[in-house]
């Protein structure tokens, strides 16, 4: 969803209207979010003002915990708006590196060796866990630097650092 600085809702997909409907933390009020705790939509909102440029996630304590992803993509002469994506959190681990193969355009493959490599995993280790010889696991991570324009692992991490969400 795209919202504004004062949490108007300026553009929702399906997902995020069915998100809003359900009894829960978050919710849609003409065409507002409003979030269960007062103190909560307040630190939601100081989130969103420091966040200039890029991105960075967001924690909204529940009974449910919930991530939420901001991106700031308002070009410069319009008002602040940011792109949300909520990310529930049943298991914290479970989600960290969520989004990173969608976003970036990796294989299924692609992406479980970018998740074993961003755990501290090396490739002969990463090429045992996921029953792959260490040729593929390298076929694998040349195409990822490939596609993400890198030359090494520190450019690599940088380059998929926007994308964690802890």
Known sequence: MLVS?????LWSNAAALALMSRRGPVSLSDNRL???LRRQEDSLRAFLSALDTG?????????????VRAEAIAPPDA?????LTWQAMADADRYLWSDVGAHLRLTPSETRI???LLDGMTVD?????LAVSVQTARTHVRR????????????LFAAVLPYRWG
């Open 5 to 9: 600085a004062e949490l108007e809702v």
């Open 34 to 36: 409003i979030l269960s």
């Open 55 to 67: 991105c960075g996630v967001w924690a909204l304590k529940a009974e449910d915990a919930w991530l």
């Open 79 to 83: 008002p602040p708006a940011w792109l």
């Open 114 to 116: 970018l998740r074993s």
């Open 125 to 129: 280790q990463t090429a045992l866990q």
């Open 144 to 155: 990822i630097y490939v596609k993400l324009g890198v030359g090494n692992r520190e450019q």
